[in-house]
């Protein structure tokens, strides 16, 4: 007799739980939202309380929504005196840093000799010393010179921190710079300051506008090496410093979005007109 085997039937596998995982490529994502979200909250902030309607002096808790604050926007004189000073410090000594600090860093960039090391040594204690260092040693330099506190010293500080800044950004453009092409404006019959104006110059100008932008907002937001050098002079931050005591009025915080909004205009512009350009057809 013969026995019909039956085979067994299939077990059916029951599906495996999908394991939630986070590879390193996410992580960095999230981590890289967070900070930006943790940097840009403070700015949204000031945004927001620029259109509070506060009762009294203080605007620290939100009462209302309102524009108003945006048609007195230059109500305070003493506030308006106060950023007027600290934008016209900031442009000219932008522009003086541009100057001295573009011819350092091709200097740099380009050359080597005798006391390099020392102008790159100086350079970087420049950035990475303390201000409060910086500012208590121009203070002293000042008061030993017999300089009256001021204007002047006020802008020539801001040029003191701001060079190094701007040669550190021109001197690592000048190092990938391609020699082939001032060889072949050489070879074409040009002259060194032909050469400089026409091929040189142009493709430094975007780190020299880098540069002016990084002084820029260096100097009009600077608080410490301010307070010593500034004398008579009241800039923005010394004005709300001042201000803390008694309340910040709304304006304080219009204008910092008005400064925030100019200075990413800038920069995205800056961007577009940095992109390479599509070859037409």
Not at 47 to 52: A, D, P, R, V
Not at 249 to 275: D, E, H, K, Y
């Amino acid at each position: 007799m013969t026995q019909t085997l039956t085979p067994a039937p299939a077990t059916q596998a029951t599906p495996s739980r999908r394991r939630f995982r986070i590879g390193g490529a996410r992580m960095m994502h999230i981590y890289t939202w967070l900070l930006i979200a943790w940097l840009v909250l403070p700015i949204l902030v000031m945004i927001l309380f620029g259109f509070n309607d506060p009762q009294g002096r203080y605007n620290q808790t939100w009462q209302g929504f309102t524009l108003k604050w945006y048609g007195e926007l230059f109500a305070l004189p003493d506030l308006t005196d106060a950023l007027i000073a600290s934008l016209a410090v900031a442009v000219v000594s932008s522009l003086i840093s541009a100057a001295l600090g573009t011819g350092i860093g091709y200097a740099l960039g380009r050359y080597r000799f005798r006391g390099a090391g020392a102008t790159n040594l100086v350079m970087f204690a420049a950035i990475s010393s303390p201000e409060l260092v910086m500012g208590s040693s121009l203070l002293t330099l000042f008061v030993s010179m017999g300089v009256g506190l001021g204007g002047v010293t006020l802008t020539i500080a801001h040029v003191m921190f701001s060079i190094a800044f701007v040669a550190t950004v021109v001197r690592a453009r000048v190092v990938t710079l391609d020699r082939a092409m001032e060889e072949a404006a050489a070879d074409l019959g040009a002259t060194a300051w032909t050469t400089w104006w026409k091929v040189t110059f142009p493709i430094l100008l975007p780190a020299i506008f880098s540069g002016i932008m990084l002084a820029f907002a260096l100097s009009i937001d600077d608080f410490v090496i301010t307070n010593f050098t500034a004398g008579n002079v009241q800039t923005f931050p010394l004005w709300i410093w001042g201000s803390t005591r008694v309340g910040l009025p709304p304006q304080v915080n219009v204008m910092g979005t008005l400064i925030f909004v100019v200075g990413v205009l800038i920069a995205v512009v800056a961007n577009l007109r940095s992109r390479p350009r599509k070859q037409q057809d």
